[in-house]
T-cell receptor
Framework: DSGVTQTPKHLITATGQRVTLRCSPRSGDLSVYWYQQSLDQGLQFLIQYYNGEERAKGNILERFSAQQFPDLHSELNLSSLELGDSALYFC?????????????FGPGTRLTVL | GNSVTQMEGPVTLSEEAFLTINCTYTATGYPSLFWYVQYPGEGLQLLLKATKADDKGSNKGFEATYRKETTSFHLEKGSVQVSDSAVYFCALSDHNTDKLIFGTGTRLQVFP
């Protein structure tokens, strides 16, 4: 158990809908990262927050947004969903932002768009 | 830009065989390097890491050495077990953004 929790574990929805994925980092970790794992794209970095502020953006679509709240939990919002958004979405956390710090991954949310 | 290239799988081995999974990287500067493992139905777990050239990361019998001259970080284990069956990801950490850049993953299947 990494100490990072993600809810829900599974999500099935229809095209055009909007969903919210939630992540609680390990106690004391200030950085939260979101990754998408799909069969065709592999593991892709989406976005990083550090202590409530956006720090880095990766291949995140404009239909997707995220935020980190004062209690440090984070939410990833996916809207106008398409079939191609079906993937496993991972959240990871680390203590600070230095690159040698280990990122601890949650179990993921499997999103299926029908 | 930065990138990681891993050998394609699946790698199929008998128990107690020697394992090598190749990983090479392209990066500006001196990134940190990682191996993560993903067991079926689970998230990623850090297996080992190395933060500078010539560092050797090791854990659970797995080893990898940060080779700057060949830009490689190959994963090795002397004697694999059935329980090592999983997908292994090589990754580097971008110093500017802290994001992890992953290879495509290599599936290892170990048979008794």
């Amino acid at each position: 158990d990494s100490g990072v929790t993600q809810t829900p574990k599974h999500l099935i929805t229809a095209t055009g809908q909007r969903v919210t994925l939630r992540c609680s980092p390990r106690s004391g970790d200030l950085s939260v990262y979101w990754y998408q794992q799909s069969l065709d794209q592999g593991l892709q970095f989406l976005i990083q927050y550090y202590n409530g502020e956006e720090r880095a953006k990766g291949n995140i679509l404009e239909r997707f947004s995220a935020q980190q709240f004062p209690d440090l939990h984070s939410e990833l919002n996916l809207s106008s969903l398409e079939l191609g958004d079906s993937a496993l979405y991972f959240c990871a956390s680390s203590v600070v932002t230095a690159s040698y710090n280990e990122q601890f991954f949650g179990p993921g949310t499997r999103l299926t768009v029908l | 830009g930065n990138s990681v290239t891993q050998m394609e799988g699946p790698v199929t081995l008998s128990e107690e065989a020697f394992l090598t999974i190749n990983c090479t990287y392209t990066a500006t500067g001196y990134p940190s390097l990682f191996w993560y493992v993903q067991y079926p139905g689970e998230g990623l777990q850090l297996l080992l890491k190395a933060t500078k050239a010539d560092d050797k990361g090791s854990n659970k019998g797995f080893e990898a050495t940060y080779r700057k001259e060949t830009t490689s970080f190959h994963l090795e284990k002397g004697s694999v077990q059935v329980s090592d069956s999983a997908v292994y990801f090589c990754a580097l950490s971008d110093h500017n953004t802290d994001k992890l850049i992953f290879g495509t993953g290599t599936r290892l299947q170990v048979f008794p």
